[in-house]
């Protein structure tokens, strides 16, 4: 029997525009198609030059790739000497037409509130928070958690600790006191940086607060480094606490700082999972494989040139923020366009708007992010220029086709090509996804896999799957931006990723492959439902709920049903203007039975004011699993939502639910 069944077809296809054809890197679908055999037929040479092209070394390595999926082992360019802040940003100063260009350009949520630094610039405060550490103490090896909003001096401090071979691991912003203090704990982190705090909607959020609370309880930490954010003068409370700009001020303006030779296979970060299930897992990377990987894909992907203007709006705090903000682009030497706010304030043109005042070139984000604004309506992107964008992008979950075909209408206008990037935090970086001007896209399918990369779909007894039949998604060989190890934890990277398919990368979501080689993701395969037999991937539902004009989001869960097994059971979010009636709660249900058929008929449906996320925008279905479930006692953490509120909100409305 097939591990998914699967239930939507999509059929339409758009190619690559003429326009860019012929400046991209990779051009046509037989030029990838070359480069995509020639990668897995010599990985050796691939790898090799792809990493000398990329990146300064100080020394080349040894062994290009090696790897053993059964100990698990994994090393790249074994033996190679090279920094990683020496990578973003100290070989650029040799550059003349990069040296004194745009490295960052910050947009507080407050018009008046912006930054620019230089690639000069970033460099010597890089050198001061570099020199700042050292003097606090802080060697090769030691771990420093970062708990900071989206301001540049955030990337200052991860490469500040890049620099000096400290291992970074930066605890997303918007993360409650409790979630950052395991995570400080786990990695025994020495010193903690943090700020004041950030606006968000208008409103001011402190972040002093959590921190100094979390820390309460964390003997590792001796200091705690606080950024002023907002320019008023700052209380501390914890005695451990001190001042950046008093750390500063001891400094020079030249400061330098050298910066350590790191081996490759050093590591140069911790970064926790978003804790979509369960304890949160440190999943570490090292400096050589993850920095090749990140510019290597950066440059592919988003086809980077140094002109661009590239925008990412993912969080720091989240990998996509570490590899498409702060690694890739700048390793490649880029313009970082930042935004503190959210993209609803003060209204929901807000982001059009910042496209068309910066010229943002290259815009990268998440299908939730979409799909608030799309529930907003066209007449905002229509509000503003921007025909300066030439690519989209989108991660984090799969992007419902109506939610791509609107990105690519209402804001690219029909001249951008969507990238629809697949990938994990453990992987690193980007790993099934179109390059934008060589490769066909196909709403909803995250395409082909990029050159290095050899995914393949399994059924449950490690036979492959046929085409269009659905199974788990596994890897067959190493790539270099691959996680090398859960921190503190060895055994647990085995038997989470290479126990369940001996011999492979396993990666927990489902998929399929299409006629034409392209991969449809179709979700975690923990969030499987088992109706009668038939095992439905809860993206395919979700999308079929989506594509009704009275839905803005869709959840959908099983819960344990007597005759199914499981039933279906959807959490749905309405647009403006439509009320929660039973008739739509009639009209919905067959929606679904002529779309998808009658095995999909959903048992109950709930008219949710919101969703459990993540800060990434990804739906905490273990949450509402439980609440489908009506069990509330035991809702598991909720430290790492978005809006914690709307568990409760959804509690009650499933009590009164008939
Ligand atoms: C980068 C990131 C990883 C999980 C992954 C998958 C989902 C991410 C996706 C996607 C379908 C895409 N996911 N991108 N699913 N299409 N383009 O998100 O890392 O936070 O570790 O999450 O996200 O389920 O396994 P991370």
């Known amino acids: 029997m097939a591990e998914l069944t699967s239930l939507l077809k999509e059929g339409r296809i758009f190619y690559p525009p003429q326009e860019g054809k012929d400046q991209a890197y990779i051009s046509s679908r037989y030029k990838y198609k070359q480069i995509y055999q020639y990668s897995l037929d010599d990985p050796d040479e691939f790898w090799a030059e792809r990493a000398k092209e990329l990146i300064t070394w100080f020394k080349y390595w040894d ?36 040296k004194n260009k745009a490295a960052i350009i910050w947009q507080g949520e407050p ?48 490469l500040a600790c890049a620099r000096i071979g400290a291992i970074h691991s930066v605890v997303f912003g918007g993360f409650s006191s409790e979630a950052l203090k395991v995570r400080i704990l786990d990695a025994q982190a020495k010193v903690v940086i943090t700020c004041d705090g950030t606006y968000r909607g208008g409103r001011r959020i402190t972040l002093l607060d959590r921190a100094e609370e979390a820390i309460r309880d964390c003997d590792c930490v001796e200091h705690c480094i606080v950024l002023n954010r907002f320019g008023d003068p700052i209380e501390l409370k914890d005695n451990r606490c001190i001042l950046y700009d008093d750390l500063k001020k001891d400094l020079s303006v030249a400061e330098y700082c050298e910066y350590e030779v790191m081996d490759a296979e050093d590591p140069l970060f911790i ?189 449950a007894d490690g036979t492959e799957a046929d085409i269009n039949e659905g199974g788990h998604l596994c890897i067959k060989r190493a790539w270099p931006g691959m996680a090398r190890g859960v921190w503190g934890d060895e055994k647990r990277f085995k038997e989470v990723y290479f126990s369940r398919f001996p011999g492979y990368y396993y990666t927990g979501d489902g998929a399929r492959k299409d006629e034409d080689g392209y991969f449809w993701i179709m979700g975690r395969l923990d969030d499987v439902i088992n ?84 800060r990434s925008g990804k739906i905490m279905r273990r949450i509402l699993r439980k609440i489908a479930a009506q069990q509330f006692e035991d809702l598991g953490d909720t430290s790492t939502l978005a809006e914690p509120e709307v568990v409760e909100k959804l509690v009650d409305l499933r009590k009164n639910l008939k």
């Not at 103490?137 to 990337?155: H, N």
Request: aromatic letters at 12%; charged letters at 20%; one cysteine or more.
């Open 111 to 158: 018009d008046r509130d912006t930054k620019v630094y230089t690639y000069h610039m970033l460099h010597s405060e890089i050198c001061k928070f570099a020199k700042i550490l050292k003097n606090l103490g802080v060697e090769k090896g030691d771990r420093v958690t970062i708990y900071l909003p989206t301001m540049p001096e955030a990337v200052a401090a991860m």
């Open 531 to 614: 109706v009668s037999g038939h095992r439905l991937g809860t993206m395919e539902l979700e999308s079929a709920f989506v594509e009704h004009p009275a839905v803005a989001e869709a959840a959908v869960v099983g819960f344990p049903h007597d005759i199914k097994g499981e039933g279906i059971f959807a959490y749905i979010v309405l647009k403006e203007g439509f009320d929660p009636t039973s008739e739509l709660k009639k009209e919905l249900v067959s929606h679904i039975r002529k779309v998808i058929g009658p095995i999909a008929t959903p048992d109950f449906i709930l008219f949710a004011p919101g969703l459990p996320k993540t």
């Open 63 to 98: 062994r290009t790739c090696y790897w053993d999926f059964y100990k698990p082992e994994i090393k790249f360019f074994e033996g190679g000497k090279l920094n990683a802040c020496f990578n973003c940003v100290d070989r650029h100063l040799d550059n003349p037409a990069i």
């Open 271 to 459: 970064l926790y999972t978003s804790g979509t299930t369960g304890k949160p897992k440190g999943v570490y990377h090292t400096t050589g494989g993850y920095l090749v990987y990140a510019a290597h894909t950066t440059q592919w992907v988003f086809d980077l040139k140094p002109d661009d203007i590239y925008w990412c709006t993912a969080d720091i705090g989240w990998i996509t923020g570490h590899s498409y903000v702060v690694y890739g682009p700048l390793a490649l030497g880029a313009t970082v366009f930042m935004y503190e706010g959210v993209p609803t304030y003060p209204n929901p043109g807000r982001w059009w708007e910042l496209v068309d005042r910066y010229g943002i070139t290259i815009l990268y984000t998440a299908p939730t992010a979409i799909r608030v604004l799309m529930r907003e309506g066209d007449q905002w992107p229509k509000k503003y220029n921007l025909s300066s964008l030439r690519i989209l992008g989108t991660v984090g979950e799969p992007i419902n086709p109506e939610a791509w075909v609107w990105f690519y209408v209402n804001v690219g206008r029909k001249r951008c090509p969507v990238v629809d990037t697949w990938w994990q935090t453990e992987t690193g970086g980007h790993m099934i996804a179109p390059i934008p001007f060589a490769v066909p896209q196909k709403p909803g399918s995250a395409t082909y896999p990029l050159p290095g990369v050899e995914p393949v779909i399994l059924r």
